[in-house]
């Protein structure tokens, strides 16, 4: 595929760009095309650089041309690579898909704001995965959390809307803020920003205590932004308050960017071996993971609201996340990563279809939902392949990934871990299993739902498109696997610093 | 004891922090918990620029080789006279962005707090908790 | 060895069915119920054809599909394999024809609906028949749970609901938690799932007390062989339509349960390996149980189906017990009885599905007197009810007396006492029926004129197939030779074929 090295600056200049333009055209319909637009080049763009980056190579590009670290430099390889590949092909779907669906939660003169501010979270998070400095992190970090605040705070139910928005902001800036502590901590111990650089560097202030300190803000402000079990509570009502468009966008992108910060910080910046085996990061991590999924995955059970089942369920799709990449070995890590990509497209897929019929029938309550699969058959069919695949029943990409996870958690001996996933997964069917059962049948013979039309196709497309790639890479699983397993691998030898850009295997 | 008070901007930093950390928690006036933030925030700013500072180190703005800071540091430590002391930049530029972040954070939030005033007609916390689940209890009296 | 036939033909044609019942509809349903028959008919064909070519000796294989990480699915045929595609394929058609009476005698709604899921569920039968490895067998066999499911639950109602929960969940939720990390296990171990005869973990070094661990787990996931515990999905799933009782609930679904289990005793522990670590024991005390257990539980259901349904899970537990003897004459026992087992139970549940069409009977209370008003059926009845028990001359008794003696072969003599109080049970809870239906006077209503004077004999479309399955009952008794000689091709480490 054609390539050049500043594709990877305007991955991030696009959207950057585009973003006054939808505020200075001021119409719906035109924003809209100028978002949709800019987020199709970023996608052939991103997978450019994945066909790229996937040959072994890494792209650095030198911001301005001043030259690192002295100047900010963007570094992208293999794991990055991936998720700027699926973060940006979600937001265009999601893009096509919001169309239809902010007419009917967001106030026509409003929409061009709406995607300005979709534009500049887009900026943000491709910034995060994109960028090689540490403070960059930060301050693209900050960039798409306060647009999601902003485009939280759009939802339909307004009320509950703003103040599950206000929590976020409150938590996000803790968050935010501890990150940017940690950062200050790891600057005091180096004197670099650059992640490379620091990356080289901080073995020689190994067992420092500013190291250490920096470390435990980097952890807490990375939980609370992955709304890890305990510091999770901002992400039930924001996904299930914002406009449909918005959550199913946040589900498959917020907390992965976010984990990829995690995986950037603790296996390429501190290294493996620090973060691992001294500071001993598994241990807190992987009880946390554990009791996180477990927990979430029964709260799931018992929600009415679907959005809020699928809140939970992502909660604790982010605990089994948590618990691979904590093993700390190859085939774990590429288990989290596996994970991190078919939960990205089921997830969505499944708010997506949500939204279709929140779209029609203005709730996803489920009490009130009995037997809409004969109005809608395309959603609810959509939603029960995409609930399989949570399930990880075989030939979707949830057995692919329950396979890793479970074969990792063997291969670590941990055989408790590997039966307590097992055991969510049976979570799993309950609450996927609720949800059908009530789609395919009436509550009762007096109270049935009103005959509606199915969503419209431009709803539908992106639906389809999502759950078509995620029984693709079901059945197909050696294309997620292979990506992941090499980006693991890359993640785990020594990466190529700074001064020695071909890199040292250990 | 005298150690202790050679890190007086740690503390600084920490109690600060602490302070608004506090207000963050403990208040449920929402207005409260933006200024919270703000002071949160102050804190991590202060800790930056504590950071860059070098002691005696000038502001960092390039000077002609004649006005050198002749101070006794300088000179035992037989530098080059022309050499300045400055402060390190780097931090301060960095927390002048994360300044901009802070603002955009607080307005942000306060256009928020504005807009919740207007659906709930309360800024208490617990007020609107109350009027959540009455509109919640409402909702389910009538099915 | 020339010939290369792949076995995937034979989930093709149930596949291209379902356009011709969706496309005819309600509409043209005489047109859809042709198509269904016409596509088993070739299914039945291209089994006999597989069962042919596996004689001559030709290789029946499909190409490896690479599904991720060095892990293939494929399809493989092998006799036990030939047997029950041949067995299923065959039923298939009866049931149809069955079909065409029941449904349309009872008025069933989105009877296209229930075709359509049929033919899918057929077909993912036929690829857990000819499964080339534990993978693909996994995989066909989560298929077959959801594309019953809305068979299951095809009345739409509360109880119906109810069952459909318990069917997903002990049947997706045992082989989620139970089979499929039984499956990893085994792969993690031996870097591979195909079936291998003598088994995979030759190479491995593994202690007697995993071994028991594994095979436990891959038997108590397996949910479709209905081994206590597991088996409460059964009874409860008879809410669904009499065919799906009778095809699915009684030959297809349960069978594919057992299957697996034999497969992976002959294919993935192999006999020495089970014989060395007696990892079987345990489960061969679950399997006992079940047979007695069921039985007794089975003379007190009132309800006729619920009684089959009970008598279904001790039958199954017959051939679990056979497998996990494991020796090359318990698995050709298992084998037969999967075969002697199906004609037996899909004749009863015809019959049970009949009287219900023509009476709007389901109690076994009531049937008294009715013989004399559906001779044929009840008729039919107890022929399959003296197979079931094992009499001569039907095919039940051919099959026990080979499972006997397998177990004479085996150290697990004690067993045979357990066949013996089960085989009393079933003639204690299965005679009664065609006797009250014969010999017992009809109740008497209050004007004094017998209760059963409006009910006909049952539909003929039913009636055909009842006499079909009856007879083979009867037929195979004398034609059982060339199954015994085909399952003589099993290789095992312990016995090569001949």
């Known amino acids: 595929m054609f390539f050049n090295n500043h594709f990877s600056v305007l991955l991030v200049v696009l959207p950057l760009m585009a973003a006054p333009i939808c505020v200075i055209l001021r119409s719906s319909k035109a924003s809209w095309l100028v978002a949709l637009i800019s987020n199709l080049v970023i996608v052939l763009l991103s997978l450019s650089l994945l066909s790229h980056v996937i040959n072994g190579n890494v792209v650095r590009y030198e911001l301005g041309g001043w030259a690192a670290p002295t100047g900010i430099e963007y570094y992208i390889d293999g794991i990055n690579a991936i998720l700027i590949s699926v973060v940006s092909i979600i937001s265009l779907a999601t893009l096509v898909y919001s169309k239809q669906s902010i007419r009917k939660e967001i106030a026509q003169p409003r929409h061009y704001l709406f995607y300005a501010g979709w534009l500049l979270c887009l900026t943000g998070l491709l910034g995060i995965l994109i960028t090689g400095d540490a403070f960059n992190v930060f301050v693209f970090l900050e960039i798409s959390s306060l647009s999601m605040y902003m485009l939280i705070a759009l939802g339909r139910e307004r009320r509950q809307a703003l103040v599950a928005a206000f929590r976020y902001l409150i938590l996000g800036s803790i968050g935010a803020s501890f990150i940017l502590l940690g950062i200050g901590f790891l600057y005091a111990a180096t004197g670099t920003l650059n992640m490379s650089d620091i990356a080289e560097r901080l073995p020689l202030v190994n067992g420092s205590r500013t190291v250490i300190v920096g470390f435990s803000f980097i952890t807490i402000g990375l939980l609370i932004k992955t709304a890890m079990f305990p510091v999770f509570s901002w992400l039930p009502n924001a996904y299930q308050f914002a406009p449909s468009a918005v959550s199913s966008f946040l589900a498959g992108t917020a907390t992965k960017v976010s984990l990829y910060i995690f995986l950037r910080f603790f296996y390429h910046v501190f290294g493996t071996d620090y973060s691992f085996g001294n500071l001993l990061l598994g241990n807190i991590l992987l009880p946390l993971a554990v009791v996180g999924f477990f927990v979430m995955s029964v709260v799931a059970v018992f929600q009415t609201d679907i959005r809020r089942v699928l809140a939970y369920s992502s909660i604790a799709q982010i605990g089994y996340i948590f618990a691979a990449i904590s093993m700390a070995t190859e085939q774990g890590l590429t288990a989290g990563i596996i994970h991190i990509i078919n939960h990205a497209f089921i997830k969505t897929a499944l708010f997506i279809s949500v939204g279709c019929i929140l779209y029609r029938y203005g709730t996803a309550n489920i009490n009130q939902l009995g037997g809409i699969m004969k109005s809608m058959p395309w959603t609810c069919a959509a939603f029960i392949i995409a609930g399989l695949s949570l399930i990880g029943v075989p030939l979707t990409a949830g057995f692919v990934s329950k396979w890793y996870l479970i074969s990792a958690a063997i291969d670590s001996g941990w055989w408790l871990i590997a039966a307590m996933i097992l055991m969510s997964s049976l979570m799993a069917i309950i609450y996927i299993g609720r949800i059908v059962e009530v789609f395919c049948f009436k509550n009762s013979e007096a109270e049935g739902v009103a005959k509606v039309k199915e969503a419209p196709f431009s709803m539908l497309l992106p639906l389809w498109f999502l759950i078509i790639v995620s029984v693709y890479t079901g059945i197909n699983g050696d294309v997620v696997v292979d990506l992941a397993k090499f980006s693991a691998t890359q993640l785990l030898d020594n990466l190529p610093g700074l001064n020695n850009p071909v890199g040292n295997p250990l | ?143 | 060895m020339s010939i290369t036939v792949d076995p995937i033909i034979t989930i093709l044609p149930p596949l291209l069915a379902i356009p011709f019942i969706v496309f005819f509809g309600e509409r043209y349903r005489n047109l859809r119920e042709a198509s269904i028959i016409v596509a088993a008919c070739i299914l039945f064909s291209f089994n006999f054809f597989l069962y042919q070519q596996f004689l001559e000796g030709a290789l029946l294989q499909s190409e490896k599909f690479t599904f991720f990480n060095g892990l293939t699915l494929f399809l493989k045929a092998e006799p036990i394999g030939i047997i029950f595609g041949l067995l299923a394929s065959f039923l298939w058609i009866v049931t149809t024809i069955y079909s065409i009476g029941y449904m349309r005698g009872h008025n069933e709604a989105h009877q296209t609906r229930f075709y359509t899921c049929f033919a899918i569920a057929i077909a993912c039968v036929m690829a857990a028949a000819y499964s080339g490895n534990l993978l693909t067998l996994f995989v066909a066999y989560e298929a077959i749970t959801l594309s019953t499911y809305p068979l299951v639950t095809h009345a739409g109602h509360a109880k119906a609901k109810r069952a459909g929960r318990i069917y997903i969940g002990v049947l997706m939720g045992g082989s989620i938690f139970l089979l499929m990390p039984a499956l990893i296990v085994t792969w993690w171990l031996t870097g591979t799932t195909d079936f291998v005869a003598g088994g995979v973990f030759n190479e491995v070094n593994i202690s007697p007390l995993f071994v028991t661990l594994l095979l436990c787990l891959m038997v108590f996931g397996t949910g479709k062989a209905a081994l206590m515990p597991f088996h409460g999905w059964l009874p409860n799933a008879m809410v669904a339509p009499t065919p799906v009782s009778a095809l699915l609930h009684a030959v297809a679904v349960v069978k594919t349960g057992v299957f697996l289990i034999i497969k992976i005793v002959v294919y993935i522990f192999g006999f020495d390996l089970i014989a060395q670590t007696n990892a079987a024991e345990i489960l061969l005390y679950f399997a006992a149980g079940t047979i007695l257990l069921s039985s007794f539980i089975a003379l007190k259901k009132d309800n006729l189906k619920a009684r089959l349904a009970y008598s279904t899970i001790g039958q199954l537990a017959y051939i679990v017990l056979a497998a996990l003897i494991a020796n090359a004459r318990a698995i050709e026992g298992a084998a037969l009885h999967i075969v002697s087992h199906a004609f037996g139970k899909i004749t009863l549940f015809f019959c049970a599905g009949a009287i219900m069409v023509a009476s709007h009977k389901t109690l076994v209370s009531e049937l008294a007197g009715l013989g004399r008003k559906m001779p044929y059926t009840f008729a039919a009845f107890f022929i399959a009810a003296i197979s079931i028990i094992g009499l001569p001359p039907l095919v039940g008794v051919l099959s026990k007396f080979v499972i006997i003696e397998g177990i004479i072969d085996s150290q697990y003599d004690w067993l045979i006492i357990v066949l013996i109080i089960s085989s009393l049970l079933n003639i204690a809870y299965l005679l009664p029926i065609p006797f009250t239906a014969f010999f017992k006077e009809a109740p008497i209503d209050s004007v004094g004129a017998n209760t059963h004077s409006v009910i006909k004999e049952a539909p003929t479309a039913c009636l055909i197939a009842i006499s079909i399955t009856a007879t083979g009952c009867l037929v195979l008794f004398f034609q059982i030779e060339p199954i015994v000689h085909l399952l003589s091709f099993i290789e095992t480490a312990s016995n090569t074929g001949e």
Not at chain 2, 97 to 116: D, F, H, S
């Open chain 2, 1 to 143: 004891m005298v150690e202790w008070l050679a890190f007086y901007n740690d503390w600084a930093v920490i109690v600060i922090m602490m302070a608004g950390f506090y207000i963050m928690i403990a208040r449920y006036n929402l207005v409260k918990k933006i200024i919270g933030l703000s002071i949160f925030q102050t804190g991590i700013f202060y800790f930056y620029v504590g950071l860059g500072k070098v002691d005696n180190g000038t502001a960092p703005i390039f000077l002609e080789p004649k006005v050198i800071d002749e101070s006794a540091a300088n000179v035992a430590s037989g530098i080059a006279e022309q050499t300045i002391l400055y402060s390190n930049p780097l931090p301060h530029v960095l927390i002048l962005t994360a300044i901009v972040v802070g603002v955009a954070t607080m307005a942000l939030g306060l256009a928020l707090i504005v807009r919740i005033y207007e659906k709930y007609g309360s800024i208490e916390e617990d007020d609107i908790q109350a009027i959540d689940s009455q509109f919640i209890c409402q909702l389910d009296d009538k099915k």
